[in-house]
C-alpha cells in the first residue's frame, strides 16, 4: 500500500502474555519511528531506526520492550510479560532521513 | 519533556480562521518548527513546516515570530473536519528520534463549532 501500515489494529491479551506488533513502512523510508499513546495523552516516544544505523532505544520504557528492524523493512515491536499499564495505542511512523513523519493507524493494546 | 508549549484545548467556530499558538522559546537555529494533527482515533498527520519564513500551503499558514520564539498555525475556514488535536514541536531535519528528536506534548485540542 502507499501509506503506513500495522498489524493487528486490535490486541487484546491477558496480562503476563507477549505480544508483537507489526509496522511495514513506506517503500524507501529509511528511517522508521514507534511510539505509545496512552488513553488521551500525547505521543511518547519509544524506539527509532534509520538504515542500518544502530536503532536509538533511549525511549523504550523498560526491557520488557524491544523492537526489531530488518533492514528498510518492515518492523516488529515486542512486549514481553504484559502489564495493565501497557495497555495504550502503539503508532509507527515513517519518513526519508529528515523528512516529514508519515503514521500508520496504530495498533490498540488492551491488557487484561 | 517537550520543547513547546500549547493551550490545551480551544474552540472555534466554523468558516472562522483557526488561530492556534505555540511556544518554543528555547528554539535553537537550525531547529524546524512542525505542525501535525492527530484527528480522533487515527494516527497524526503532518500539516506544515518551517523555518524562519511564514509557510504557506493547501492545509494552513504558518507564522513564525521574528525571534523565533512563537509560531501560529492558521486555519483559514475552519470546517468541523478540522476538529483534532495539533501538536506543535521542534526539530532538527537529517537528526535522529531519541527523546528530544521528535517529543509530542498533549497539543492543543481545536473544536469547531457549527
Known amino acids: 500500500g502507499a501509506g503506513v501500515s500495522q498489524s493487528p489494529s486490535n490486541k487484546v491479551t491477558e496480562k503476563g502474555k507477549d505480544v508483537e506488533l507489526r509496522c511495514d513502512p513506506i517503500s524507501g523510508h529509511t528511517a522508521l519511528y514507534w511510539y505509545r499513546q496512552r488513553l488521551g495523552q500525547g505521543l511518547e516516544f519509544l524506539i527509532y531506526?534509520?538504515?542500518?544505523?544502530?536503532?536509538?532505544k533511549s525511549g523504550l520504557p523498560s526491557d520488557r520492550f524491544s523492537a526489531e528492524r530488518t533492514g528498510e523493512s518492515v518492523s516488529t515491536l515486542t512486549i514481553q510479560r504484559t502489564q495493565q499499564e501497557d495497555s495504550a495505542v502503539y503508532l509507527c511512523?515513517?519518513?526519508?532521513?529528515?523528512?516529514?513523519?508519515?503514521f500508520g493507524e496504530g495498533s490498540r493494546l488492551t491488557v487484561l | 519533556d517537550a520543547k513547546t508549549t500549547q493551550p490545551p484545548s480551544m474552540d472555534c467556530a466554523e468558516g472562522r480562521a483557526a488561530n492556534l499558538p505555540c511556544n518554543h522559546s528555547?528554539?535553537?537555529?537550525?531547529?524546524?518548527v512542525y505542525w501535525y494533527r492527530q484527528i480522533h482515533s487515527q494516527g497524526p498527520q503532518y500539516i506544515i513546516h518551517g523555518l524562519k519564513n511564514n509557510e504557506t500551503n493547501e492545509m494552513a499558514s504558518l507564522i513564525i515570530t521574528e525571534d523565533r520564539k512563537s509560531s501560529t498555525l492558521i486555519l483559514p475556514h475552519a470546517t468541523l473536519r478540522d476538529t483534532a488535536v495539533y501538536y506543535c514541536i521542534v526539530r532538527v531535519p537529517y537528526s535522529g528520534g531519541g527523546a528530544d528528536g521528535l517529543t509530542f506534548g498533549k497539543g492543543t485540542h481545536l473544536i469547531i463549532q457549527p
Open positions: 511512523a515513517s519518513s526519508l532521513l529528515g523528512g516529514r513523519l508519515f
Open positions: 531506526f534509520q538504515g542500518n544505523s544502530a536503532p536509538d
Open positions: 528555547t528554539i535553537s537555529g537550525n531547529e524546524y
